[in-house]
């Protein structure tokens, strides 16, 4: 994080013993980043934005143009993480049930049994989830928020942790369907991945060049770092991490400024508070902090914000982007103070 | 002339009907008009073309000067078939010689030019009439038909050059494409070449286009030319007359009106007073002429009208002295003018109210844009209160280092405080370093990297994470880490460098 660098380390020799678990926690968590880095090159920014949304327990929406390595990072997540795994490929005639499930007759038992869909795991991939049509978009509205999902009048709840990832690409729009708001508000980050940087896309070319598989990176090396129980673990620590009144009263006003901010037609709701506090209390454990800094709330505040709110049409008449309009809105809003 | 003979519906027509009627007729006639045309053109232009071989431009130009010569032959066709007789082509070519020798000069000189020519070729060639009968006949007819005529032959002007253009159009599109593919128009254009030959086709095509175009423009003259006289002359009612004459000639007719006429027997009162019983006083020539304009001044046939209409004042010259009544109207004007200029005001002043409203309605965005325009953020170096805090040196204690080692003991908070605040204050007049109440503080250790300065990065670093932990974590803070600040404070900002 590049926080972490620039953070100081105060005079721990004097300190009250820091609680062994939040140190233990953090060195994990920073292990399961390097093993991340290893497999995705030159995205660390999107790297660390899926480590905090894990640590969170929120949902990512992975954005990026072809090529950039959107499917191989969930997938080295997977690969790292010991839990149960489910990808789904969206496409335009998946249905909801083959997302959530569907209940089959048995001809032995006379029966109809219950098939469970891809949905119950701990990870689930939602590639390209852009190309699926709204009806089976809205099949992941349940299990997203409420980590259940209704099958036959059934409720039944998803293993913890349950963590959605999708990717989806900006800029083809022939034949997809956007996703609704409400679908995106369930996201807790968006990450975009940008193109790496020159010295970056050299190690990223040799590295896979040298590698057996013909055109993409192998994540067969990498080595399980991180059990679902340990996960679970993690993100009750990041939950109790202290936070003071003043850094939680930053939070909300972030996410209340861009309800009358006048560059944005639709600003967010309240569930965007909820994850910058969710979301800086993991970025704070992830750095190895002891509590959350206004620093933690605002590096996510990008990733929580984008996609709850919409660019008023003025603006995107001017080719300004949400970003610009949203950092323009961070240098506005006051930092907490004394 | 037979009116009952012709065979034509007379009756009175619009200009534009009769024009129409015109190209039926020549339609109805189209084989002797062509014909006779081409037949009498088609050798003359051969025989110019063959005279100014070298200058094909004269030959066609001659040409178009005699066209009204050649006009009369189909003038007496239609004249002719008005009346049942269709000449034949021998007839008619035979003719033409007669028909030329009539002022065939004027034709040819002064009025060669003339707009209504078609419209004016009957008067001469049928009515015969020369010198200044001529210019009367045509100063009547002229009154209602003259534009109509004009119209016709500049349309005709344009159609003889559309048709010119097309048939030179269709010769060219009828050539092979490789024919094309070597062309070069250039060459064409520029060369020396011997491009007679071309010259004289293309003369050739104006040729056949007059053979269409003539007849049917002589028709039409001719047409407008018959209903102007039928407007005239009412050949319409003399036409119903004469039928109804034909009716009662019959023999019924004659009995019946003579028995009407026995039985009826006139009494004296029925009979009119005859003309030699009134002793009319006998009027003289001048005296008739007098009650001639008395009754014409009279209605109906003078009916005077009065029309209100604005028109522009007239400017320069003597103006008459206004009468005395009008002054009072004159200060009325100037009074006029006064609110005149007043509401100008107020409209100008609404405008500039409007648009300073605006810009108060729409001030965020304005705002909004100014900022994208200067993103950068600039040094705010003057104001005090930046970052949420009272920064400005004066409200900082002389010397900070010892004030904070004074609150140590019992406010460790508000001495760190006060220490971070020192450093805020320094930072930003100091350093110059361009803060914002957005910036947070990891954002402003960032910041500090730009300057360079190792120690003061440093001491900045241990600082805010002490400050960080006392403030966000609620921590308490190592007793010696007090002495310590205060003794970097010191080291970094002895006393007496207080800005």
């Known amino acids: 994080m590049s926080e972490s660098d620039s953070q100081p380390t105060p005079a721990p020799a004097d300190q009250p013993a820091p609680l062994p678990p939040r140190q233990r926690a953090a060195q994990l968590a920073q292990a399961l980043g390097q093993e991340l880095r290893k497999a995705v090159i030159g995205q660390d920014e999107a790297v660390d934005g899926l480590l905090t ?36 490929q969206f496409t335009p005639d998946l249905m909801p049930s083959d997302v959530t499930g569907h209940a089959v007759y048995d001809l032995n038992s006379e029966q109809f049994k219950l098939r469970r869909g891809p949905v119950f795991t701990h990870l689930l991939l939602a590639d390209e989830i852009n190309r699926a049509p709204a009806k089976t978009q809205a ?3 349940e299990v997203m928020q409420e980590r259940q999902v209704t099958l036959e009048n059934r409720a039944l709840a998803v293993p913890q ?6 990717t989806q690409n900006p800029i083809e729009q022939e034949g997809t369907y956007p996703l609704p708001e409400a679908e995106l508000d369930r996201f807790m980050f968006m990450l975009r991945m940008d193109y790496p940087a020159a010295d970056e896309e050299l190690a990223l070319v040799r590295q896979v060049t040298r590698s057996a598989r013909a055109d993409m990176l192998d994540v067969a090396p990498l080595q399980p770092r991180l059990s679902a129980r340990d996960l679970l673990a993690l993100q009750k620590i990041a939950a109790e991490l202290p936070l003071d009144d003043q ?12 309800r009358d901010w006048p560059g944005l037609a639709l600003g967010a709701g309240p569930r965007a508070s909820i994850a910058l506090v969710r979301g800086g209390r993991a970025r704070a454990l992830l750095r ?9 709330i605002k590096g996510c505040a990008l990733a929580v914000l984008r996609h709850r709110v919409r660019l008023a049409p003025e603006l995107d008449i001017e080719g300004l982007t949400v970003d610009r309009v949203l950092r323009q809105l961070l240098d506005q809003v006051a930092a907490p103070r004394l | 002339m037979r009116l009952t003979d012709t065979t034509l519906a007379v009756r009175p027509r ?4 009769a024009l129409d009627l015109g190209i039926l007729l020549a339609r109805r006639h189209a084989r002797v008009l062509l014909a006779g045309w081409a037949v009498l053109t088609l050798p003359v232009f051969a025989l110019l073309s063959l005279l100014f071989w070298q200058h094909p431009g004269i030959a066609l130009l001659l040409f178009w000067w005699l066209k009204p010569l050649f006009e009369r032959l189909p003038l007496h066709v239609l004249s002719e078939a008005l009346f049942g007789e269709v000449p034949s082509l021998r007839q008619s070519l035979r003719a033409w010689p007669h028909l030329l020798r009539r002022q065939w000069f004027a034709s040819l000189t002064w009025r060669r030019p003339s707009l209504t020519r078609s419209f004016d070729l009957p008067v001469l060639q049928l009515e015969e009439l020369g010198g200044a009968e001529r210019r009367q006949r045509l100063q009547v007819l002229h009154r209602r038909s003259a534009g109509s005529a004009r119209w016709l032959t500049l349309v005709g002007a344009h159609l003889e050059a559309v048709l010119w253009l097309g048939l030179s159009l269709v010769l060219l599109m009828l050539l092979p494409a490789q024919a094309l593919q070597q062309w070069s128009w250039q060459e064409l254009l520029l060369a020396e070449h011997d491009w007679l030959w071309l010259e004289h086709l293309s003369n050739l095509l104006y040729v056949l286009v007059l053979i269409v175009w003539e007849p049917l423009y002589v028709a039409c003259g001719f047409s407008l030319y018959l209903n102007r006289r039928t407007h005239l002359e009412a050949w319409d009612i003399e036409l119903s007359f004469r039928r109804l004459r034909q009716r009662l000639l019959t023999p019924m007719a004659w009995a019946a009106l003579a028995l009407t006429l026995g039985l009826a027997v006139p009494t004296t009162d029925a009979l009119a007073d005859s003309p030699a019983d009134t002793d009319a006083p006998a009027l003289s020539r001048e005296a008739a002429g007098e009650r001639i304009r008395a009754l014409l001044a009279e209605p109906p046939f003078h009916q005077p009208e009065t029309v209100t209409r604005w028109r522009l004042r007239e400017t320069g010259g003597e103006s008459p002295q206004p009468p005395a009544g009008l002054f009072r109207l004159d200060s009325l004007w100037r009074v006029l003018e006064y609110a005149a200029s007043l509401l100008e005001a107020l409209l100008w002043a609404a405008l500039l109210l409007g648009a300073a409203l605006l810009a108060w309605r729409y001030r965020q965005w304005l705002r909004v844009f100014a900022r994208l325009e200067h993103n950068a953020p600039a040094a705010s170096h003057a104001t005090a209160r930046v970052l949420g805090l009272d920064v400005s040196p004066q409200s900082l204690p002389e010397d900070v280092a010892g004030e904070a080692e004074r609150l140590w003991a019992e406010q460790p908070r508000v001495a760190v405080g006060l220490l971070y605040r020192a450093l805020l204050s320094r930072l930003l007049h100091d350093y110059r370093l361009p803060l914002l109440a957005a910036h947070t503080e990891g954002e402003v250790l960032q910041l500090l990297c730009r300057l360079d300065e190792p120690q003061l990065q440093a001491y900045a670093g241990t600082l805010t994470g002490y400050w960080q932990q006392l403030a966000y974590g609620h921590r308490a803070l190592p007793p010696a880490a007090g002495e310590a600040l205060c003794a970097g404070w010191r080291a970094l900002f002895p006393r007496g460098t207080q800005p």
């Open chain 1, 53 to 88: 949304a894990l640590l969170a327990g929120g949902h990512v929406l992975v954005e990026g143009v072809p090529g950039l390595g959107k499917t191989l990072l969930v997938r080295a997540l997977a690969r790292c993480f010991g839990g149960e795994f489910a990808r789904i």
């Open chain 1, 139 to 141: 099949a992941l509205l």
């Open chain 1, 161 to 166: 942790p349950f963590l959605v990832m999708a």
């Open chain 1, 247 to 258: 850094v939680l009263d930053y939070a909300v006003r972030l996410a209340r400024a861009t």
């Open chain 1, 288 to 296: 190895g902090g002891e509590f959350v800094t206004p620093d933690d």
């Open chain 2, 14 to 17: 619009d200009n534009w009907e």
